[in-house]
């Protein structure tokens, strides 16, 4: 049996979050045990251009909820970006998850050939449903997980590899 866009949307995304979600998990204990700030953790960057692991947090969000949206057709939910707190982007990551859970396979699947326009500033991307899962949607969740994960990895929190992928 082939792979629905729903099993390669949704799930995915929520297996992310859970790692994500005990990442940052080890990223507060890491504040507490070692006498960090955790705020600077949420506020740290791999370099200047880049966002921090709040940002990074957001993005996933947005990109997560974004693609389950518009691949299902339906209003995808507004979240303000002022989460400055480990408990805040906990509960970015709830919500998110909270919405993902109510999307419904049928209302995914069958989505492949589906008009996904973005826009960005004054510039605007077509594309096809599947084209837009694979490769947009998906590459840019995980990059936005990756970073967060390098950002925290970079500042001494000890997780690795097994954290990022979960155990299953």
């Known amino acids: 049996m082939p792979l629905s866009m729903y099993q390669t949307s949704v799930p995915v995304f929520l297996h992310g979050f859970a ?17 960090v700030d955790p705020d600077a953790l949420v506020q740290a960057r791999l370099i200047e251009d880049m966002g921090p692991l709040s940002s990074q947090v957001q993005r996933a969000s947005d990109t997560a ?25 906990q509960d970015r990551i709830s919500r998110t998850v909270a919405f993902l859970q109510t999307v419904r396979p049928e209302q995914i ?10 826009t960005a500033g004054k510039q605007s991307f ?7 899962l ?6 840019n969740f995980f990059f936005h997980v990756t970073t967060a994960y390098d950002i925290l990895r970079h500042k001494g929190v000890p997780v690795g590899k097994r954290d990022y992928l979960g155990r299953r």
């Open 109 to 118: 699947d069958g989505s492949e050939e589906r008009d996904v326009l973005l």
């Open 134 to 139: 694979l490769q947009h949607a998906l590459p």
């Open 65 to 89: 909820k974004g693609c389950a949206a518009r691949l299902a057709g339906i209003d995808m939910p507004s979240f303000e970006d002022n989460e400055a707190t480990f408990p805040e982007l």
């Open 19 to 35: 790692n994500l979600s005990a990442i940052l998990d080890k990223g507060l204990a890491f504040a507490d045990e070692q006498g």
């Open 126 to 132: 077509a594309f096809r449903g599947q084209e837009f």
